[in-house]
């Protein structure tokens, strides 16, 4: 942590309460003492921040001993951090809006920012954002409720083994604010009613918001929960899980597909490269055919994403296309070795 620097290359900022008069007897209000005194680095470089406390100057006032402080001041820092809170914010949007990595935030700040800091500390400034990030969602999710008619909630859980814990992620469907995120050791009717329902209850409650609605699979707890909470509520099943749903079969056939496919060339394509690369160097067939084994080692991978992207009709269709490229150039008459390697 670097000392107050007496040099006068640091920029020395001061701050004052932005009100001027007493809120009681309107006098001008008078310096009295330094709150707080900073050195603390910014996207534009370091600063000396002072903040100093103002006074009622008439003794006899009620408010003589109220201090007044500057708001402007005080929303520059966060408690004992000399990074500002525009540096912590902008780290923050540059790792999870921009994705960049650690290394590459930490090559920002000290080569493009010209700022002295260790790569342990980049993670604190991204744990420092999240925590704001997380105070300043309550005020978030009730500026956006307060304009809404009344709420519509889609309610997802993610289970990644069987076995762990379900986490639960309740979404407002209108203004898409993440109203609760729940890990859930067991995902029966009563867990859910507890502590999914219940606090959204609570939440309507002070709102005074009326429910309009529930979307979520067809979990059978969750249909239970919704009708046991919320009587009267309509709850839809979700379109995307229904058409993935409805179109497993064709997925799941499709998949086997893929995998014979895979499987007849996975044999024949490193005993085919083989006789290419056998081929005498300058023979000017080699790079293409080379080519063309290369192009078909990576079609195999491709892989399919349930219920609209069949991962084997794609490899189908890429292997027409490399199937057509080779005919058109045995077509040309001149490629009779290409056939031969090929066949
Ligand atoms: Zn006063």
């Known amino acids: 942590m670097p000392h107050l620097k007496k040099s006068d290359t640091v920029c020395r900022v001061t701050y ?8 009681l007897c309107q006098s001008l209000l008078k310096r009295d003492h330094i709150l707080w ?3 603390m680095l910014f996207s534009t470089g370091a600063q000396v921040v002072t903040s100093w406390a103002y006074r009622c100057p008439r003794a006899d006032c009620p408010g003589a001993t109220s201090v007044y402080r500057s708001a402007i001041a005080d929303k520059l820092h966060l408690r004992q951090r000399r990074f500002s809170r525009e540096l912590v914010v902008r780290v923050g949007y540059r790792r999870f809006w921009q994705h960049h990595t650690l290394d590459e935030l930490h090559a920002w700040l000290t080569q493009d920012l010209q700022l002295v800091i260790c790569r342990r500390a980049v993670a604190n400034l991204l744990l420092d954002f999240l925590a704001l990030l997380c105070a300043a969602q309550p005020a978030r999710i009730r500026d956006q409720l307060g304009r809404l008619p009344g709420l519509l909630i889609a309610i997802d859980g993610m289970q990644p083994e069987k076995g762990n814990d379900c986490l639960y992620i309740v979404r407002e469907l209108q203004c ?5 995120a729940v890990n859930l050791v067991e995902s029966s009717q009563e867990a859910l009613c507890e502590q999914l329902f219940a606090p959204l209850q609570v939440l309507t409650q002070e709102r005074r918001l009326p429910w309009q609605g529930v979307v979520s699979d067809a979990q059978e707890t969750i249909r239970l929960a919704v009708a046991q909470s919320l009587p009267g509520v309509p709850h839809q099943a979700c379109q995307a899980h229904c058409l993935r749903d409805a179109g497993q079969l064709t997925f799941e056939a499709d998949r086997a597909m893929k995998k014979q496919l895979k499987a007849s060339f996975r044999q024949a ?3 085919l490269r083989q006789r290419i690369q056998a081929l005498p160097t300058a023979d000017p067939f080699r790079p293409v055919l080379l080519d063309y ?3 078909l080692r990576s079609v195999l991978p491709e892989g399919g994403v349930a219920p609209f992207e069949l991962g084997g ?3 189908f269709d890429a292997l027409t296309d490399l199937e057509a490229s080779v005919l058109r150039c045995q077509k040309k008459g001149s490629t009779s070795c290409c056939a031969v390697c090929w066949r």
Do not use: D, G, M
């Not at 004052?16 to 809120?23: D, I, K, V």
């Not at 898409?176 to 609760?180: M, N, Y």
């Open 16 to 23: 004052r309460p932005e009100q001027r008069f007493c809120s």
């Open 37 to 39: 005194r900073k050195y």
């Open 176 to 180: 898409r604010v993440t109203l609760l």
């Open 269 to 271: 394509l490193p005993r």
């Open 313 to 315: 009709i794609r490899v």
């Open 293 to 295: 084994t290369a192009a």
